[in-house]
């Protein structure tokens, strides 16, 4: 979604006032709500049925992939509405998208291969939602601390991309499902995988 969130918050000088402290954190719930659903819903649905969405990694890199997608548009469209600075700014922080969706597209992928219950997909995408709300409050608000917090957050999202992907690769090889390894050849006709 290419909300200006910005312009969505008339945050003041002073930054101690409950009524932008609350209307940040409404706002960074809205935009983490409606950012992660546009995102992850429609792929969702679209990779469900699909044979080739087969393997807990799967769930990582597509939906990481279309977080990318969606992060480079919108960066985009800040840069042409605040500038090169604010777009620079921006694409250093482009692998937050990332962090986020990667946690529904893991949980989804999880539940279709282990039939785990539909709560399991409502974990990963609520986890999204909220992960993505924490960190636009403490941008948001442009409190000093709250602003650590969220950069800090931003790091170990980063950090968790990573992690994500080689946790869902281990599973993969360790439920037979990953095409390298020892799984390189199909154990019945000894094809390649």
């Known amino acids: 979604m290419l909300i200006d969130s910005a312009n969505l918050i008339n945050l003041t000088e002073s930054n101690n006032d409950p009524v932008p402290i609350i209307n940040a954190a409404l706002v960074a719930l809205l935009t983490g709500l409606i950012e992660e659903t546009a995102k992850n819903i429609p792929l969702a649905i679209y990779l469900w049925r699909k044979p080739y969405f087969n393997e807990i990694g799967d769930g990582v890199l597509y939906f ?10 919108e960066d985009i469209f800040y840069t042409l509405d605040h500038g090169i600075g604010v777009g620079l700014t921006r694409l250093a922080f482009m692998p937050l998208h990332l962090g986020f969706a990667m946690w529904f597209g893991f949980f989804l992928a999880k539940r279709k291969i282990s039939g785990r219950g539909t709560s399991f997909v409502i974990i990963g995408l609520i986890s999204s ?8 409050f403490g941008i948001f608000t442009k409190i000093p601390i709250l602003s650590l917090i969220s950069l800090g957050l931003g790091v170990v999202l980063i950090t968790m991309v990573f992690k ?20 390189s050849f199909c154990r019945h006709c000894g094809n390649p995988n």
């Open 129 to 136: 939602i909220l992960l993505h709300a924490l960190y636009d």
């Open 164 to 183: 994500l992907y080689r946790k869902a690769q281990k599973e993969d090889a360790q439920m037979s499902l990953a095409a390298d390894g020892e799984n």
């Open 64 to 73: 990481g992939i279309t977080a990318t997608v969606f992060s480079v548009i």
